[in-house]
């Protein structure tokens, strides 16, 4: 006979599940959209676009499933934790899905104009961040603080690409208004991922309250 923990368990195990391929699709959505906009790929952009649906989803069964055991097994301590921090890591993914949509449009935006320059920072800003989303997703799943720590870290380092992709693009608007519109198309990808990494800092953040009880400041 399947006890009320192993009914507790097994549902958890599948909440977990849930946002391991959720916040797999998120890289992927990452990756695609910056990879778009380096390459002038309208196709991947709108397969971008096209797949944020099924993000949106999987949020939603994510919220399904953690209501469900809320209402059915009335968790309390940790438990109670592990579900409502979930609830917060897929809200999380979601609008770091949204933006990678946001990045998607600036590719369509910008159209068959060439860049102004080869893309360098930015991409390796969104390598950051991918690999932000896996380990916060991994921090959560093997409950490690030391790797929801490292979340800081590596926030910091996406935050000064950040401010050198601003500053080099402010001399290009200096120097050559015409780079204008452009110009300021890119800073606002470098800012939707500066974003995606607070996000991915934010569930850093939630791992360690789940474990410690205490929420720090990951993004100060």
Same mark, same amino acid.
């Given at each position: 006979?399947?006890?009320?923990? /192993? ?49 949106? $989803? ?18 309390? $301590? ?34 068959? /104009? ?15 961040? /991918? ?6 997703? $991994? ?57 995606? $990494? ?23």
């Amino acid at each position: 006979m399947v006890t009320k923990r /192993q009914q507790f368990d097994a549902a958890l195990s599948g909440l977990r599940q849930e946002l391991i391929e959720m916040g797999g699709k998120v890289e992927r959505a990452i990756q695609l959209s910056v990879q778009s906009l380096k390459e002038g790929n309208l196709e991947l952009a709108n397969e971008v676009i096209a797949e944020d649906p099924i993000i949106n $989803a999987q949020e939603e069964r994510i919220d399904e499933i953690g209501t469900n055991l809320i209402a059915t097994q009335q968790p309390v $301590a940790k438990d109670l934790r592990r579900i409502i921090i979930a609830f917060r890591m897929a809200s999380d993914l979601e609008r770091m899905a949204d933006l990678a949509v946001d990045i998607a449009k600036v590719t369509i935006r910008i159209g068959d /104009q060439p860049l102004i320059k080869p893309l360098v920072d930015i991409p390796r800003m969104a390598e950051i961040v /991918q690999l932000m989303t896996n380990e916060s997703i $991994a921090s959560y799943v093997n409950e490690n603080v030391d790797l929801a720590y490292k979340m800081a870290k590596m926030d910091d380092e996406v935050d000064q690409l950040h401010s050198q992709i601003m500053r080099e693009l402010f001399v290009f608007m200096v120097d050559n208004p015409k780079t204008v519109n452009q110009s300021l198309l890119l800073c606002f990808v470098s800012r939707y991922l500066e974003r995606m $990494a607070d996000h991915a800092t934010n569930i850093g953040e939630s791992v360690v309250y789940l474990v410690r009880g205490k929420r720090p400041d990951l993004n100060a």
